[in-house]
């Protein structure tokens, strides 16, 4: 007696396998994501360490502290040059004085650049390579808020590949209030941030981001950066 053909799954098993199969993805992708963002948010809000002494430091402006605490890392002689990255075009070291908490030694301005060309984080980037070649430092503190750290250090060890870097987090007032909404949403863009900048999204849209920032300079482009 020959044997019964094998059923084939009617078309809606299949469908319900798949839709299964997709929503199951879909879950852990999102549970990859808040487990995530719950590090991510817990590494923000770690407090800085205090670096060793370096050849110079940078400060990414955008936030507030960031001046501030790279100013004091060289009254302590942390670094012996700072670069303050994306000031205003306009702006002259005159305008940080009221910024310091305290009165500073005239050579910690005297070894101060203001960097006038970055709009954006990848900017800064850039901007701080063709500083670091410029002024020959092999060690860099690099100062900005807890939750762009990351985003900045990955950024600036890819435009100036052999120098050793060392994150100095400033905690900024709205990483005081956690419990926020506007908290929330600063800290999931940038983290939604970071995440593009580990698969360098960057290098593919430089184009686009040069229309955006065009004040911002590009590696093949690189001079002097000057006070």
């Known amino acids: 007696m020959a044997a019964a053909p094998a059923m084939k799954p009617e078309p809606h098993a299949r469908r319900r396998h798949a839709v299964s199969l997709a929503l199951g993805v879909v879950c852990v992708l999102i549970m990859s994501w808040a487990a995530g963002l719950a590090w991510f948010v817990r590494d923000a809000r770690r407090p800085p360490r205090m670096p060793p002494p370096c050849d110079g430091a940078v400060a990414l402006t955008g936030g507030q502290g960031r001046i501030e605490a790279s100013l004091q890392l060289m009254a302590q002689h942390r670094a012996r040059r700072l670069l303050i990255s994306g000031v205003d075009p306009h702006a002259t070291l005159g305008d940080f004085l009221t910024r310091a908490p305290r009165v500073l030694p005239l050579e910690v301005w005297l070894r101060t650049t203001l960097g006038r060309q970055a709009t954006s984080t990848l900017g800064n ?9 410029a002024q020959d ?3 860099l503190i690099v100062v900005t808020a807890g939750y762009h750290i990351r ?4 950024e600036i060890a890819r435009a100036a590949p052999g120098v050793t870097l060392y994150p100095f987090a400033v905690q900024p007032p709205a990483l005081l209030h956690p419990r926020r909404l506007a908290t929330w949403r600063l800290l999931v863009v940038e983290y939604d941030k970071w995440l593009l900048a ?4 960057a290098r593919w849209t430089r184009p686009v981001h040069g229309l955006i920032h065009h004040d911002d300079i590009r590696p093949a482009t690189s001079h002097a950066v000057t006070p």
């Open 137 to 139: 430092i092999h060690s």
């Open 125 to 133: 980037a850039d901007e701080t390579a063709q500083w670091v070649r």
């Open 151 to 154: 985003r900045a250090m990955m």
């Open 198 to 201: 580990c698969i360098d999204t």
